[in-house]
């Protein structure tokens, strides 16, 4: 079965940190680009970074960089989120989306979405 299963959420207090995992089944992402975005309350989807097939390094929005590292582990076929220095503007659902390989759509797979709560 092909999917994407986000864990390591909650809750978490202004400058705390978290680890975010998307784990992959039924591909590989060593050969895809792996994106992370996030849904914050009021707001529209926005993007967080990717980590693209050719080369490993990471691209990140304004908001996240500095403060986010995004990394693809191929040996457990994961794609993690490393979330440091957190802010309550930083809350919101955390979502990995793989890109997908053409046609209209820029992510053709995503995961359910993982809770990231952050306290002032």
């Known amino acids: 079965q092909v999917q994407l299963v986000e864990s390591g959420g909650g809750l978490v207090q202004r400058g705390g940190s978290l680890r975010l995992s998307c784990a992959a089944s039924?591909?590989?992402?060593?050969?895809?680009?792996m994106t992370w975005v996030r849904q914050v309350p009021g707001k529209g989807l926005e993007w967080v970074g990717d980590i693209i097939i050719v080369g490993s390094r990471p691209y990140y929005g304004d908001s996240v960089k500095g403060r986010f590292t995004i990394s693809r582990n191929n040996a457990e076929n994961t794609v993690t989120l490393q979330l440091n220095s957190l802010e309550p503007e930083d809350t919101g659902v955390y979502y990995c989306?793989?890109?997908?390989?053409?046609?209209?759509?820029?992510?053709?797979?995503w995961g359910q979405g993982t809770q990231v709560t952050v306290s002032s």
């Open positions: 039924g591909f590989t992402v060593s050969n895809r680009s």
């Open positions: 989306a793989r890109g997908s390989l053409g046609g209209l759509a820029a992510y053709d797979l």
